[in-house]
C-alpha cells in the first residue's frame, strides 16, 4: 500500500546541496567584506596573500597576521603623512641626518635621550640657543618627526608669525577659537624666537600661551638670544621673567656653539674667502646662557641647575 504524502508537510531540505551558482565567487565576497570594514590595503594585496599562502602552504592564522599586518602597517604610514601635512614643517630633515661633526659642542648622548620622547611624556620643554645657521631648526624638525612618528601631533611655526596671527586674532574678536591650533599639538615647535622684537602685545599673549601649555603639553623653542637678554625682546623683563620661569621649570637646554652650515656651504663653494675667517657670533648668542647638557629648574622664583647624568646610547 502507498503512504499518504499530502499531509506529511513541508520536506526538510537541510541535508540537501545548497545551491551556490546564483552567489557571487567567495574571492568577491572577500573583497566586498574588506571594502565594507574600511580595509583598503588588505582589499588590495589580497591575491598577493593568498598565492603566497598556498606557495609556501601557510596556515590560515599566518595568512591572516600578514593580511592584517599589512593593513595596521599602511594605516600607520597614512596618519603620519596626514600628521606631517598638518604640522607645517619648513622640511623634513631627520637627526639621522644631523651632522654633530660638524658641532662638537653639541652632546649627541643628550640628543639620543631626547629621542627617546620622554620629554614630550613628561610635558616638558626643549629650547635650542645659539647664533643663526647652527642647526637649531633642523633639529627640533628631528624631534619633531619623531613624535609624530610616535603617534603625537606636532605643529612648527616662526615666532613672529605666531604673534602676528595671535594679534590678528585678538583684534578682530576670535582670540578663543584661534588658541586652539596652538594648544592642541602634543608637541608646538617655535622658531626664531628672539629675532624680532614682540612688543607689549605679544610678550602678553606668548606668556598666556606658555602658561596654557604649562604642564600639559611640549614646547620646542629655538633662539639666538640668551635668557639674560629676553627681556628685551618681550619689552618688559617682568613678562619675560614670567615667561621663563614656567618654560623653564620643566625643560631641558641645549646651547649650539659653533660655525654657521650655510657659511661652511658657501666656502665651499668659493663664495666666503677663507682668509676673513667666520663672522663673530653675537654676543648674545651664549652670553650666561646654560652650558650644554644641563637641565634647568626653576621653582617659587629661584633658579636651580643639576648637572644632567649623560644617557647611554
Known amino acids: 500500500m502507498l503512504e499518504d504524502r499530502t499531509n506529511s508537510g513541508p520536506r526538510d531540505r537541510s541535508s540537501e546541496p545548497r545551491d551556490r551558482s546564483s552567489e557571487p565567487p567567495v574571492l568577491d565576497r572577500l573583497h566586498s567584506l574588506l571594502e565594507t570594514l574600511g580595509l583598503r ?7 598577493a596573500h593568498l598565492e603566497r599562502a598556498a606557495s609556501q602552504q601557510s596556515s590560515y592564522a599566518d595568512l591572516l597576521c600578514e593580511l592584517l599586518a599589512d593593513e595596521v ?4 604610514d597614512r596618519n603620519l603623512s596626514t600628521r606631517i601635512k598638518l604640522s607645517h614643517l619648513p622640511y623634513r630633515k631627520t637627526l639621522e641626518q644631523f651632522d654633530f661633526t660638524f658641532q662638537p659642542s653639541i652632546d649627541e648622548r643628550q640628543i639620543r635621550e631626547l629621542k627617546t620622547l620622554r620629554f614630550a611624556h613628561d610635558a616638558s620643554n626643549v629650547i635650542f640657543l645659539g647664533p643663526p645657521g647652527v642647526g637649531k631648526t633642523h ?4 624631534l619633531a618627526l619623531e613624535a609624530m612618528r610616535a603617534g603625537m601631533s606636532a605643529y612648527f611655526i616662526t615666532a613672529h608669525d605666531l604673534i602676528e596671527d595671535l594679534s590678528s586674532a585678538a583684534r578682530e574678536g576670535r582670540l578663543r577659537k584661534r588658541w586652539q591650533v596652538y594648544l592642541r599639538p602634543r608637541v608646538l615647535i617655535i622658531d626664531e624666537m628672539g629675532y624680532l622684537p614682540m612688543g607689549e602685545l605679544g610678550g602678553t599673549l606668548f606668556f598666556q600661551l606658555v602658561s596654557a601649555r604649562y ?41 649650539i656653539r659653533g660655525e654657521s652650515y650655510r657659511l661652511r ?12 675667517g667666520v663672522p663673530p657670533a653675537r654676543a648674545t648668542a651664549g652670553k650666561a646662557c646654560d652650558q650644554t647638557g644641563q637641565r634647568t629648574e626653576h621653582r617659587q622664583g629661584t633658579q636651580h641647575r643639576e648637572e644632567a647624568q649623560p644617557q647611554g646610547p
Open 215 to 255: 604642564e600639559r603639553s611640549s614646547i620646542i623653542l629655538t633662539s639666538n638670544k640668551s635668557y639674560g637678554d629676553w627681556g628685551g625682546v618681550f619689552a618688559d623683563p617682568v613678562i619675560a621673567t614670567a615667561i621663563l620661569d614656567r618654560l623653564l621649570h620643566h625643560s631641558t637646554t641645549i646651547n
Open 41 to 47: 590595503e588588505a582589499d588590495q594585496t589580497l591575491e
Open 139 to 142: 633639529l627640533s624638525v628631528g
Open 73 to 76: 602597517t599602511a594605516r600607520h
Open 265 to 276: 656651504e658657501r666656502k665651499k663653494a668659493g663664495l666666503l674667502n677663507p682668509a676673513m
